[in-house]
């Protein structure tokens, strides 16, 4: 039943194949194999067998809410639910109960879906590797020894260890793409605004958004067109999002539609440092590219190289500001401190990881007297040079294809002690942040060690039917294996 999708699962239920009680059951079993993986900050099964019950009498009375009806979804650890705690997975958090929902918690309890723990991911959003968890390391279910990529990492190793068939993740410069590249699995990070952002703890609110996690573009699809929409609590979600609804059901672009598609490739070589698998993956995506009588277009950006000073500076700047409020006084981790001042210092030092401590002082530098306008002002400035390329690209382009890590998982501690190699991780996700645009990870092969690579697929703004639909015609060739993860336990 586990290596089911979840669309299949909501035809089963429609079918009355088996009910959401059996379901929630298997996933229930799948997760405690699964326990050492250290994916959940809190798995309540309690609740979650409650949900399913729910969904199983509405099933069975034939009023399903929705598609989404009785099928896991797990959330990760920094969306606010009230029934849960959200722990942002730091010590400062670790016993905050947030007083709403967010929009997307609303909408998926709304259509009926099951929510399937809270999962663990760098503390406060701020990582590549979930090593930075005041909880524990999540470790990669092809391989424990190595990470699932960050800062999703939980969300990413649930479904591609078969525990739960999606998640939600937050993407904030590669985030979704990048932990779905390393754990085999469809990661997507929608068009800036098209998924409200209301009850997601901030990291950098202009460059955060939450999307799915799955284990097929199909299923992508349906949970994205559960969760997007315009919403007036969030001032940055947009009127297009509405305009341009996902349809809940995706099916794959035809041969005669991929003839007509003209695709920008940024395909790198050995002297920029990636693994010989994920460039063999890149020429088994030409030859693919170009079997289907597509036009296929090398791109250089003059901007990409520098995407990654531009995102440290802007993101560890909204980083600095949007952490402000956690002081110790109105919620969170507070030090036994008499002195007011005493109080916000060591609360802050106490509660904070080292990563989150590095990022808070280096977007305090940069925002500070006489650095302002060198370092944050010229990013704002090249932040909008790198939206203008993409909306250049695709004026001519349907399309952006390139590797989406420039490896596959690596072992944990392997880059711990060094961040800037940390930070290269992200090289190749982090422009479509910066830019606002849409894109998504998928499989495309697995490596000599029998790790999966990912390939990424970018599009224009409010595109994403488009590229789920071209996306799924990409997957149909080259699908991934997940039988031998389903017989695996850890």
Request: hydrophobic letters at 35%.
């Amino acid at each position: 039943m586990i290596e089911k999708t979840a669309t299949e699962h909501s035809k089963a239920l429609e079918k009355g194949e088996y009910s959401p009680v059996e379901l929630a059951e298997a996933y229930i079993q799948r997760a405690a194999q699964t326990k050492p993986l250290a994916m959940y900050n809190e798995l309540n099964e309690e609740r979650i067998r409650a949900q399913a019950q729910e969904s199983a009498k509405r099933r069975k009375a034939g009023k399903p809410l929705s598609a989404l009806d009785g099928i896991p979804v797990s959330i990760k650890d920094n969306i606010c639910d009230v029934e849960e705690k959200t722990t942002c997975s730091s010590a400062f958090l670790k016993d905050y109960r947030s007083p709403y929902d967010a929009t997307v918690i609303e909408k998926l309890k709304g259509a009926g879906a099951i929510l399937f723990g809270r999962t663990n991911l760098d503390e406060f959003a701020m990582g590549s590797s979930t090593e930075n968890s005041a909880f524990g390391t999540t470790r990669n279910p092809y391989d424990p020894e190595r990470v699932p990529g960050g800062s999703s990492g939980g969300s990413a190793a649930a479904v591609g260890s078969l525990t739960v068939p999606l998640a939600l993740g937050s993407d904030t410069g590669g985030s979704i793409r990048q932990p779905a590249s390393f754990c085999g699995i469809v990661g997507m990070k929608p068009t800036y605004g098209k998924v409200s952002r209301y009850g997601l703890v901030a990291f950098a609110s202009s460059l955060d958004q939450i999307g799915p996690m799955a284990g097929s573009v199909e299923d992508a699809a349906l949970l994205l067109s559960s969760i997007e929409g315009k919403d007036h609590r969030d001032s940055t979600s947009h009127p297009m999002a509405d305009e341009r609804p996902t349809p809940a059901s995706i099916k794959p672009m035809t041969s005669a539609a991929l003839k007509k598609k003209k695709v920008g490739v940024f395909f790198p070589d050995k002297t920029d440092g990636f693994d010989d698998s994920v460039l063999k993956a890149c020429d088994a995506t030409r030859t693919w590219l170009e079997k289907q009588g597509m036009e296929v277009v090398p791109i250089e950006s003059k901007l990409w190289e520098y995407a990654i000073p531009i995102y440290y500076i802007l993101a560890t700047a909204e980083a600095s500001s949007n952490l402000s409020r956690f002081d110790g006084i109105r919620y969170g981790t507070r030090s036994g401190q008499a002195n007011l001042l005493d109080v916000y210092t060591r609360s802050r030092t106490e509660g904070f990881g080292p990563e989150v401590k590095r990022r808070i002082l280096l977007g305090t530098f940069v925002l500070s007297s006489g650095y302002y306008d060198a370092y944050y002002n010229s990013a704002q400035k090249a932040r909008r040079m790198i939206r203008a390329e993409y909306l250049e690209f695709f004026k001519k382009l349907d399309f952006i294809m390139q590797p989406t890590s420039p490896s596959t998982a690596f072992k944990i501690g392997e880059k711990a002690a060094n961040p800037i190699a940390m930070y290269q991780s992200d090289l190749m996700t982090i422009s479509v942040n910066l830019g606002g645009v849409p894109a998504l990870s998928l499989p495309a092969g697995i490596d000599n060690d029998g790790l999966p690579i990912g390939m990424q697929i970018t599009g224009a703004h409010f595109e994403e039917e488009k590229l789920l639909q071209f996306a799924a015609a990409f997957e149909k060739d080259f699908p991934l294996d997940r039988s031998k993860i389903a017989q695996k336990t850890y």
